[in-house]
Structure formats: structure tokens, C-alpha cells
């Protein structure tokens, strides 16, 4: 025993030499290995604090070690140009990711880069969303260099013999390569091999198999479209039918049915317009108060969350017409326009609506000229194509002059057609938020009276307080938006396009404004015009979870109708997602979604909510599924690891058989499918 233990000794001893042996004749390949392997901690550790994690560090070393190790394919003096583009790649990777997932809390994808022609439109926002700590990262292509020039100077690359010696290189960086590998495969369980493969829990896939792995795993998840119909549909198929006939859609009559139906129906897609906005103020005025009275008129979801994923606002609409889910790699509207998908734009065509579509911004943006189509719109009214270009403002025509030219093309269609469901989506308060700064009646500086110390006598401070800052634009741009819909709402009624009209006003997502625009606001101390510390005792802790929770947006159902206003005049506070607006929505038009992921809020009480990311709410908590951590809205109620259990469960299970009916465009197959069984049964 003891000789087998000295032996071992001289077999690790003599593997160790050997391995320094290697990385210091290997050094431009180490250097590569090194810087490649510090940035992806790096990113790790500002975005989700793992930084010493192992299993994710063997992840991202199994990779390096597989890419450099196809260097040595190149003579000595060409490697650089193989490590070097290898370098700027991964340190694009954890550039971009870390300016997303500041922003976003997320992770980014390839998937993004089909929809790369939308950010062409708000490229003035990157100034206010990339930060000094997001070029970190480019120190490893540098020193890569700096390395190459030294070894270079010192004639190394003539000095290096490497006839016979570069398959040999090759192998044992395969060889380490497939240890590194074996090691970290073995940390994993079945749990995170699932989640890798379903790719919608991004946080955790990062930190549990390292950015790379995440990226290189996105990569083939965005091929998906292309290659989705040959692989896994059966399996697919078959977790849907499970999942509809355990959770049957069937809709239930409550005190809300049809009472709409036969109604014309407009509804408004409100850009970022968030919820805490209707009860804000800045000096005394208000942001929203054409949306704080037609709220306290109707009915107003308090606790309403968008549900998008990178798609924004496409995921919006897309989620609000079928009660679907986004799906978990790329964007309907762009990745998977091609389907076949219920919504409520083709179950009012079947009650003889006329269904159309508005919006100040070119037909093509989102892709939406063409989903627009396959959502069942008849018609979709855009930009210059539609409208005269009278007020332009960052992507296009202001909400003012959008509704007032809409407004016109309404009076129409009320002429042409007995009844009509229309979108109508707005635009101005869109990021980077910009143009009214200086045009409103919003005043971002802060005003004080205080005594000066030397004079003694009173004196009046004007500080900056939110001017210049992107919160401080976001109010007067929201502040603008909410003045066009008061605008919209009188023109509707002067116009007698109210009569027999319902409203449906929806925030399509959040401002996507960095946590610390919030801290900065809830903390300002005009004494110091700056923020308080964190030790101040009237410093107010804004969490992660304060800022998940101030996402919400509003939905609110408004009609002039006095007798159908005292219906449904009534604030529900029960937590509702966007995929819970058709189910109920539909459910007063009098049609119904068999395939919805939602619910009508009226006719459950398990209300409860599920994000793309895995992360959940219900009415007494939100999960972050990212980290299994949660927090409680209700100090006295007990949380069981059922109960937690229980709803991630269902969460994960919504976002997957959702993403399925997406990808393997599973109800149009189905219906065919069971189309095709009546037959052969006849």
C-alpha cells in the first residue's frame, strides 16, 4: 500500500511538471486559455455573483481548452490570427451579455441576431444603457497581443520546432480537454441537463455550465425553427394532449359573461407604460392622470405583469392575442411567424368583426406587416404608408398625431362595418425616452427654500434632481403618452365612436430602466443633490425584488356605458399576467380559447403568474426560479416545499409545453391529426 501510494505521488508529481512543462512552451495558447477563462468569471461574478463557483469554471475550461487546442493546426506564427478572433468572439460574448443583463437581467442570444435590424431603430438608447464596467473585458484580446508582440520580439516563434509536434499538442489539449470535461459532467444532475436543453432558464444555465457552454448551447437552440419538425415531436406532441386534457380550457360562465359581447372593442398597446406611473408625481403634478380617471372609471387590474421575453413589445402582442407564452429561443414575430395560432383577432372574425390593426411606426419593424396577418388581422394601417408624417419623434409619428389621423380612419370603418376590433399601438414612449424634456409640464429640477449660512436669510435652491437622468425623460415621455390617450378618448367620444365601444388599455411591457435610476429617485437628498448612502437612516432600501414587483403594468377595461360601467366598474388586486386577458377578456365577448395558457380571472382562484425565465408569482409570493429565492408578500403566511413545489411545477410545465405548441406548431398538427382519426373512424 504504501508503494502504491508513493507511486501515485510520482505519477501526479510527474503530471504536474509535465503539464508546466507544457503551458510555459505553449505560451501564447496558455495566454489564450487564461485571459479567455478569468473573463467569463468575470461576467459571472458582476452579473450573477458565482464567481468561485467549480462547475461552471470546468465548463468554461472544457471549452477554451477544445477551441485553442485547434490552434496548433496552424504554424507557430500564424496561431495568433486563430486565438485572436477566438478572443474578440468570447469577449463580444461577455460584453454583450453583461450591457444585457444589466439592463435586462438576463442573458442574451443568437436568436437576437435575427431581430439584430429592430436595434437599428434605437440605437441612441446605447448610450444609456452601456456602462464603463462593461469594457472590462476587453483587456484579453489586448494582452493577447501584447503577448504575441513580446514573444514575437524575442524571436520565439523561430526558435519553436514543431514538425511532428503539433498533433501531439492537439492531442493532449483534447486529452485535458475530456478530463476537465469528465469532471464536470459529473457535478451535474438530471435537473440541470434538463434546463440546458430547454434553454428558458438562462440564469441558471450560466451558472451552472459558464457562459460559454450557455452561448455555444444557444447557438443550436436558435436553430430550432429550422431543424425543430425533425427532432422531438412526438414527445411534444404528446406532453400537450397530456397537458390539455389534465387542464381543460373549457370556459365558465361568471356575472362577467357576454356582457360585451357584440361590442366594438378598441384597444390601446400602451408603450412601457408601467403602473406605479398613475399614482407618481414630480412637483406636484401628475404622470398619468388621463389613466388614474378612466381606471378609478372601469375595471382596473392593479397587479397586472407583462409576460415578454427579448421580443418586447412583439412578445406582448403576441401573448395578449393567444394567451401563449414567448417562446423560450428567439421571437414569434420573427423566428416562428409561420404557424398557426388561435387568437382574438380570428375568434371575433368568426362573429363577423371586422379586425384591424394601427401603428405609427414602418410595417416591418417586428415583422409585424406579416404576423399581423397570420394573428388574423384584416387590415393593418402603418406609418407613411397609412399616415401623413406630419410629427416625427424618434421612430416615428408622435401618439398625438397617430390618434388624431386614427381617429379619422375609425370613423370609417364604424361607417363601413357593423362591428370592428382594433389595436391600436403607440410609440413615443418608447426608450431612449427623448424630445419632451423641454416641452412639458413636468419640472425635473428640485426646488427647496433653505437659510443661507452667511447671509442669514432665506433662499431658493434649484437642483438638477432628475433632469438629464433616463427615469426623469421616462416620466416626460409617459407624462406625453398619457395626454394622447386623454386626447384619444375625447376625439372617440366627440366622434360618437364610444357608444357601443369598449376599451381595453394594456402597458405592453416595462421601461427596461436600470435598478439604480430607481435608487437614485426613492433616495435623493436635495441637501446633497445626490443620493443617500445606504447608512442613512432614511435611506430606502429599492431590492431586486422591489424592482421585479414595479414592472407591472396596467390593464384597464373602460366603457361609456353607465349601466355597463357600474358592472364592471371594480379594482381587482389579484396577481393576472398578460396570458389571462384573452381567457377573460374573451370570456365577456362571449368566445373562448381552448388553447389558452391562461385563465379568466374571474372564473379561478389559483391566480398566478409565470414569466419566460421560470421565475413565478401568485398572490402571496414571487419565486425567482433563476435561484430558488423568494420573497413573501404576506408576513403570517406559511410557505411550505410543497406549496414552492407545487408552482414550479406548473411554471416550468406552461413554459414548456407553451414553447413546444411554438416550435412544433402542435395545434394546427393536432387538430390534423385528430381530423384525420374521425375520418378513418367514419
Known amino acids: 500500500m504504501k508503494n502504491f501510494g508513493q507511486k501515485l505521488l510520482e505519477v501526479l508529481e510527474k503530471a504536474k511538471d509535465n503539464t508546466i512543462y507544457f503551458f510555459k512552451n505553449n505560451i501564447l495558447f496558455t495566454t489564450f486559455?487564461?485571459?479567455?477563462?478569468?473573463?467569463?468569471?468575470?461576467?459571472?461574478?458582476?452579473?450573477?455573483?458565482?464567481?468561485?463557483a467549480v462547475s461552471p469554471i470546468l465548463a468554461d475550461l472544457a471549452f477554451v481548452l477544445c477551441v485553442g487546442s485547434f490552434g496548433y493546426f496552424f504554424k507557430p506564427k500564424n496561431r495568433i490570427k486563430y486565438y485572436l478572433t477566438w478572443s474578440i468572439i468570447l469577449t463580444l460574448a461577455c460584453l454583450i451579455n453583461s450591457v444585457y443583463y444589466t439592463n435586462y437581467v438576463s442573458f442574451t442570444s443568437f436568436s437576437l441576431l435575427a431581430t439584430s435590424l429592430q436595434i437599428v431603430g434605437v440605437s441612441d438608447a446605447l448610450q444609456t444603457i452601456m456602462e464603463i464596467k462593461d469594457f472590462c473585458y476587453i483587456w484579453a484580446p489586448i494582452t493577447l497581443l501584447f503577448v504575441h508582440f513580446k514573444l514575437k520580439k524575442k524571436g520565439y516563434y523561430t526558435k519553436v520546432r514543431t514538425k511532428g509536434k503539433r498533433k501531439v499538442a492537439v492531442l493532449k489539449s483534447l486529452v485535458a480537454t475530456v478530463i476537465v470535461l469528465g469532471f464536470f459532467v459529473s457535478t451535474l444532475t438530471p435537473t440541470d441537463?434538463?434546463?440546458?436543453?430547454?434553454?428558458?432558464?438562462?440564469?441558471?444555465?450560466?451558472?451552472?455550465?459558464?457562459?460559454?457552454?450557455?452561448?455555444?448551447?444557444?447557438?443550436?437552440?436558435?436553430?430550432?425553427?429550422?431543424?425543430?419538425?425533425?427532432?422531438?415531436?412526438?414527445?411534444?406532441?404528446?406532453?400537450?394532449?397530456?397537458?390539455?386534457?389534465?387542464?381543460?380550457?373549457?370556459?365558465?360562465?361568471?356575472?362577467?359573461?357576454?356582457?360585451?359581447?357584440?361590442?366594438?372593442?378598441?384597444?390601446?398597446?400602451?408603450?412601457?407604460?408601467?403602473?406605479?406611473?398613475?399614482?407618481?408625481?414630480?412637483?406636484?403634478v401628475e404622470i398619468a392622470p388621463n389613466l388614474k380617471k378612466l381606471a378609478s372609471e372601469g375595471m382596473y387590474f392593479s397587479n397586472f405583469y407583462s409576460q415578454e421575453s427579448v421580443g418586447t413589445s412583439s412578445d406582448t402582442e403576441f401573448t395578449y392575442s393567444t394567451s401563449l407564452l414567448p417562446a423560450s429561443s428567439g421571437t414569434v414575430f420573427v423566428s416562428y411567424w409561420d404557424r398557426e395560432y388561435p387568437s382574438i383577432q380570428k375568434f371575433l372574425k368568426e362573429e363577423d368583426y371586422y379586425v384591424f390593426s394601427m401603428h405609427a411606426n414602418k410595417g416591418n419593424f417586428w415583422n409585424r406587416e406579416v404576423m399581423h396577418k397570420q394573428l388574423g388581422y384584416d387590415h393593418f394601417y402603418?406609418?407613411?404608408?397609412?399616415?401623413?408624417?406630419?410629427?416625427?419623434?424618434?421612430?416615428?409619428?408622435?401618439?398625438?398625431?397617430?390618434?388624431?389621423?386614427?381617429?379619422?380612419?375609425?370613423?370609417?370603418?364604424?361607417?363601413?362595418?357593423?362591428?370592428?376590433?382594433?389595436?391600436?399601438?403607440?410609440?413615443?414612449?418608447?426608450?431612449?425616452?427623448?424630445?419632451?424634456?423641454?416641452?412639458?409640464?413636468?419640472?425635473?429640477?428640485?426646488?427647496?427654500?433653505?437659510?443661507?449660512?452667511?447671509?442669514?436669510?432665506?433662499?431658493?435652491?434649484?437642483?438638477?434632481?432628475?433632469?438629464?437622468?433616463?427615469?426623469?425623460?421616462?416620466?416626460?415621455?409617459?407624462?406625453?403618452?398619457?395626454?394622447?390617450?386623454?386626447?384619444?378618448?375625447?376625439?372617440?367620444?366627440?366622434?360618437?365612436l364610444l357608444e357601443d365601444t369598449v376599451l381595453v388599455i394594456y402597458g405592453d411591457h416595462d421601461a427596461k430602466i436600470k435598478r439604480g435610476e430607481y435608487d437614485y429617485y426613492y433616495n435623493y437628498d436635495p441637501e446633497t443633490d445626490s443620493k443617500r448612502s445606504n447608512t442613512d437612516p432614511e435611506y430606502k432600501e429599492f431590492s431586486k425584488?422591489?424592482?421585479?414587483?414595479?414592472?407591472?403594468?396596467?390593464?384597464?377595461?373602460?366603457?361609456k356605458d353607465k349601466d355597463l360601467k357600474k358592472k364592471i366598474n371594480k379594482e381587482i388586486k389579484t396577481v393576472t399576467g398578460m396570458y389571462d386577458v384573452l381567457p377573460t377578456l374573451g370570456n365577456m365577448l362571449g368566445i373562448n380559447n381552448p388553447y389558452a395558457?391562461?385563465?379568466?380571472?374571474?372564473?379561478?382562484?389559483?391566480?398566478?403568474?409565470?414569466?419566460?425565465?421560470?421565475?413565478?408569482?401568485?398572490?402571496?409570493?414571487?419565486?425567482?426560479?433563476?435561484?430558488?429565492?423568494?420573497?413573501?408578500?404576506?408576513?403570517?403566511?406559511?410557505?411550505?416545499?410543497?406549496?414552492?413545489?407545487?408552482?414550479?411545477?406548473?411554471?416550468?410545465?406552461?413554459?414548456?409545453?407553451?414553447?413546444?405548441?411554438?416550435?412544433?406548431?402542435?395545434?394546427?398538427?393536432t387538430q390534423e391529426s385528430d381530423k384525420v382519426i374521425k375520418g378513418g373512424q367514419k
Open 33 to 52: 486559455i487564461v485571459t479567455s477563462l478569468i473573463n467569463a468569471s468575470l461576467l459571472r461574478f458582476v452579473t450573477v455573483k458565482n464567481f468561485t
Open 597 to 669: 395558457m391562461g385563465h379568466d380571472v374571474f372564473s379561478t382562484d389559483e391566480h398566478f403568474v409565470v414569466f419566460p425565465n421560470g421565475n413565478w408569482m401568485t398572490d402571496i409570493m414571487y419565486y425567482d426560479n433563476q435561484n430558488g429565492q423568494a420573497t413573501v408578500f404576506d408576513n403570517n403566511a406559511v410557505i411550505s416545499a410543497d406549496y414552492i413545489n407545487k408552482w414550479t411545477e406548473r411554471a416550468e410545465k406552461e413554459v414548456a409545453v407553451s414553447n413546444d405548441i411554438i416550435v412544433h406548431d402542435l395545434i394546427k398538427k
Open 193 to 284: 441537463i434538463s434546463r440546458l436543453y430547454k434553454q428558458w432558464n438562462r440564469e441558471y444555465v450560466v451558472m451552472k455550465f459558464g457562459i460559454y457552454t450557455y452561448q455555444g448551447n444557444d447557438l443550436i437552440a436558435s436553430l430550432k425553427p429550422q431543424i425543430s419538425p425533425l427532432f422531438g415531436y412526438d414527445a411534444a406532441a404528446k406532453e400537450f394532449r397530456e397537458y390539455y386534457e389534465k387542464n381543460n380550457n373549457k370556459s365558465e360562465k361568471n356575472k362577467y359573461s357576454d356582457i360585451f359581447k357584440g361590442k366594438n372593442v378598441i384597444a390601446i398597446h400602451a408603450e412601457s407604460m408601467q403602473t406605479f406611473l398613475l399614482d407618481t408625481k414630480i412637483n406636484g
Open 545 to 559: 425584488y422591489d424592482y421585479e414587483l414595479n414592472r407591472k403594468v396596467p390593464l384597464i377595461i373602460w366603457t
Open 382 to 496: 402603418y406609418y407613411d404608408k397609412d399616415y401623413k408624417l406630419d410629427d416625427m419623434v424618434g421612430l416615428g409619428l408622435t401618439d398625438k398625431s397617430f390618434f388624431r389621423q386614427s381617429v379619422e380612419k375609425l370613423k370609417k370603418i364604424s361607417n363601413d362595418h357593423d362591428k370592428f376590433y382594433g389595436t391600436l399601438i403607440m410609440l413615443t414612449n418608447h426608450t431612449p425616452f427623448e424630445g419632451f424634456a423641454d416641452n412639458t409640464d413636468i419640472d425635473l429640477t428640485y426646488k427647496y427654500t433653505r437659510v443661507n449660512e452667511q447671509t442669514k436669510q432665506e433662499e431658493t435652491v434649484e437642483n438638477n434632481y432628475l433632469k438629464g437622468r433616463n427615469l426623469g425623460n421616462y416620466f416626460t415621455t409617459a407624462h406625453y403618452a398619457d395626454e394622447a390617450i386623454g386626447q384619444l378618448v375625447d376625439d372617440l367620444d366627440k366622434e360618437g
